[in-house]
């Protein structure tokens, strides 16, 4: 079955420049997550989807960072305007229908860079 | 908060060694722990899983966790590394809220 899927595969911008990510699920998969990775720690959620609803934001620097799952598939992920601690990987994920026991399935994520 | 430490961020070893990765939690209840795989330039997948069942848990690729309630330890081992086990292994614990808390993660480099 196809994967997660994430584009672009890498971003270069300057701080204070806007920036938009996409994540494709796993078809049928209700659930999707943002995961934010900075270099030398874990991923940190941002934001949960079930179908298009928000289950939970509360990680996600809402001044800045907006999310969007229209039609309960795709997801864009944007930050507005970008700063230098922003720079990491952005994972997304999907599951079947959420909960911490479902298996997650991860993208290969976006590398952003600020400069 | 529940939260994971992962010790060692960067573990050597050589090809048919055993591999011991660690990883202990702090959690006032019974938790849920995992172990993730990130190979280079790809998208983390799980390992294995302790949900209070069996503490010896086995998941793919021939690796295995114990879960040490005594030493709140989930430590990851493989009994012979393969050069095709590098990679970045994270320990994650879930919280209350059904989220899954990562740790730093550690970094295993297999040599011949």
Redesign the interface.
Known sequence: EAGVAQSPRYKIIEKRQSVAFWCNPISGHATLYWYQQILGQGPKLLIQFQNNGVVDDSQLPKDRFSAERLKGVDSTLKIQPAKLEDSAVYLCASSLEGGVLEKLFFGSGTQLSVL | AQSVTQLG?HVSVSEGALVLLRCNYSSSVPP?LFWYVQYP??????LL?Y?SAATLVKGINGFEAEFKKSETSFHLTKPSAHMSDAAEY?C?V?DV?????????TRLQVFP
């Open positions: 961020s849920y330039n790809q998208g983390l997948q799980l899983k949900t994270f994650a879930s809220n059904d989220k899954l808390i990562f740790g730093t993660g």
